[in-house]
């Protein structure tokens, strides 16, 4: 006989340990399939949906009894508020985020299963992480957790929370994903689905610990590494459940030294996202793939060159995303800087105004001034802001649009826009922080050498997957 929902989340140490995990989290409840479509409950009323209290846990699940709801899931990043649906759209109210590697497949190759996450668990051994790893088995498949403490707030400070945990699972998996391949294909024929996912992202939720599964009469139960040799099935039944509630043990700052390789080599989250690029798979094909647009010939092929103008804009604008993530803004900034150095190119960056000549000139311009203090500093490198927000000069306003128009159009005209973007990214990637915060360091080491030579930059970065992941 199934579980009953209600009373398995009323019970003292189940609701105990979902209030423990989901705390902080932005929490979905799934309701009964209808019609072939899987239902998601988000909210409640106009705030996101929330568990503080074990006494949240039923009562969610009350809640939404009308919907029959089954499976807890939790998003795997922690925010600093969730008062209103606005809070989960805005990257700066991410505190910290778990790092989730999420292997699927049937239930009937649990064994494979378990082989892939072996994988990964020696993958982050080799790099000395390992106190802050758990697994969970989360149904027909399982994940592996990297405790979202093992990134240290010195660290987080520094880069995105999600940034850091996408580019460490991007990275390991990058690095078993032939040996995750070769596993895939010892399953018997017809039952070839295993697969590893890297499916980081902004809002995506994942199960928490002792939820029940959405269709099978199993538990979500937790399980250090060494314990996967003695896992069993057994451990997921509802009346009879083993779970090891040891996935709070964690060392902070012990994946620091790793996250900052996985950073520099493959980049982060918005870096995937902004380029079009944010999920990967390895392994098994889905069963469906949506169909691919022809891709563009090899860059190696194409003969027209990229003006300096755009190049500067380019990589200005990449400059700005990788910092602050904003898309809009960083457009308009870099066009506002392309236009900015074309004019110290043609002036030698003087500047001719002509003075007030009486009191009451002199009376405005001060006034004027002093209404319009309005600027953003990237780093050491100052621009000024319109009202609404995007970059000026003078007073003219640098608009997305306008970036398009300048910019992207001219780009689109010797590679396709996304490809080059894509690379510019990647590109500006493997630099040091501080070089993209530097003015004059920006210019001579990311901009100047590629200045006239940007066909480089697209041979060697505008794939999904440049190289160097060898060890440092």
Known sequence: MAADPLTHYSREDVSTEIADYARSRWVAVEGGARGGRRTFFRYRGDEPLAIGSPDDVPAVIRRFAFARPRAVYATANLYSRLASRFDVDKPENVSATTAVWDIDNELEGWKQTLEAARLIVEELERAGVVKSVYLKWSGRGCHVHLHEGAFSPELRSEHHPLDLAYAVVEYVIRRIEDRVAELASEAPRGRRVLAVENDMDMKRVFTVPLSLHRELDVVA?????????????????????????????????????????????????????????????????????????????????????????????????????LLRGDLERAKSFGLNRAIFYAWAKRTGGRVRRSRPTSPRQRTL???????????????????????DGYFEIGDQVQRPEDYDRQIASKIARAVPYEEAWRAALNYLSTFPREVLLSQREFFEKAYKPVRDRFHEVLERYSSKRPGGLEEA
């Open 221 to 321: 139960v937790c399980f250090r590494p060494d314990e996967i040799d003695d896992f069993d099935l057994d451990w997921l039944r509802p009346d009879g459940f083993r779970h090891n509630p040891g996935w709070r043990e964690h060392v902070v700052g012990e994946a620091d030294a790793r996250a900052r390789r996985a950073r520099g080599v493959v980049g982060g989250y918005f870096t995937a996202k902004a380029s079009g690029e944010v999920r990967t798979r390895v392994g098994a094909p889905l069963a469906r793939t949506p169909a691919r647009r022809p891709s563009a010939p090899s860059t190696g092929t194409r003969a027209r060159k990229i003006g300096r103008f755009q190049v500067m804009g380019l990589l200005q604008a990449a400059r700005y995303y």
């Open 365 to 387: 311009l001060e006034a004027e001034e002093a209404e319009r203090p309005r600027f953003e500093a990237l780093g050491d490198e100052v621009a000024y802001l319109s009202e």
